[in-house]
């Protein structure tokens, strides 16, 4: 088994520096491109609407993500709460836009990421993390000292800033990224950010410049790389042909490419006319097709199935207060 980058980080000391970093950016947060400048460490409330303390919704073995990543037993994933987006149309916006989850120190980061390992976990998979990175790589530290060894999977939106980025080299193994738009101005109008596309081409580019293309081992697990998210949503609003243009030209023709057909129009996403209804399987169809003329033939492509209710994975969910304790339901 290759051995995790973040092995070495700690052995030489560079996760301390890095935690110490991280104290002094949440001082005057610039920690994601919205750079609100809020005093988290002293309790104010960021843009990301959260303090200095990490905030998680739940945690447990996946099943469902990509086969290298869940692999046979599982990704042991720890869902965040909170995003820099504001989509309307998110599945998970009671966590990702609300208020639910619970704080948890480190040393219980610590604890769920040893949990997942001892079950069978593939990976540790870091969802939506980023505005929580200091506790996070302080409960890396914990749990690195009671016998984590297994690969980290940073899963973003995408929208990163490079010197963020910088904090991650030499700590992440996998980067499980979105790419939801390929202009600027889908994202203002259905993620409440008037930049995503510009930053999140910049920030896959510079993912793949520390982990390259994806490596899966002769288990079928992934062991290092990128992977990048597609979500097809209806009427062409996700820009798809210049997203896949623009990873194969820019990035790596490579890339391993999760084209996602589940978009249902869940939160508020009926109160707009272009996003009021499930994909069709014809609209599928032309994103498969975009892919291949892209030349991107790495990846996988979903079974289309009828619309009907999205169902989403949940592992053991956080009492929904974040003033309370981290018990389980």
Known sequence: ??????????????????????YGILRDCHLCPRDCGADRINGENGACRYGPSAVVYSYGLHPGEEPPVSGTSGS???????????????????????REGAIVPPSKLADMMLTMQGKGAHNINLVTPT???????????????????????????????????????????IYLADMRYGEDRLGQKFSN??????????????????????VIDDDGIAVKGLIVRHLVLPNGVAGT???????????????????????????????????????????????????????????????????????????PRIKPNIEGSPDLW
């Open 76 to 98: 042991g994933t720890i869902f965040f709460s909170g995003c820099p987006l504001r989509c309307v149309y998110c599945q998970n916006y009671t966590f990702s836009q609300g």
């Open 131 to 173: 505005h929580f990175l200091r506790d996070i790589i302080e409960a890396l530290i914990i749990a690195i000292g009671k016998g984590l060894e297994i690969p980290l999977v940073y899963n973003t939106v995408g929208y990163e800033l490079p010197k963020t980025l910088s904090l991650l080299e030499g700590v992440v193994d």
């Open 193 to 214: 950010i008037t930049d995503y596309a510009s930053v999140n081409k910049v920030a896959i580019k510079r993912m793949h410049e520390q982990v390259g293309d994806l």
């Open 1 to 22: 088994m290759r051995k995790p980058k973040y092995l070495d980080a700690f052995d030489s000391g560079l996760l301390h520096v890095k935690v110490e970093e991280l």
């Open 241 to 315: 042909g210049k997203t896949f243009k623009f990873l194969a030209d820019e990035v790596s023709p490579n890339t391993y490419i999760s084209l996602m057909s589940q978009y249902r129009p869940l939160n508020k996403a009926k109160k707009y006319p272009e996003l009021a209804r499930p994909i069709t399987e014809e609209e599928y169809d032309t994103a498969k097709a975009m892919m291949e003329e892209a030349g991107l033939q790495n990846g996988w492509i979903q079974e289309f199935s009828s619309p009907g209710e999205e169902s989403s994975y949940e592992g």
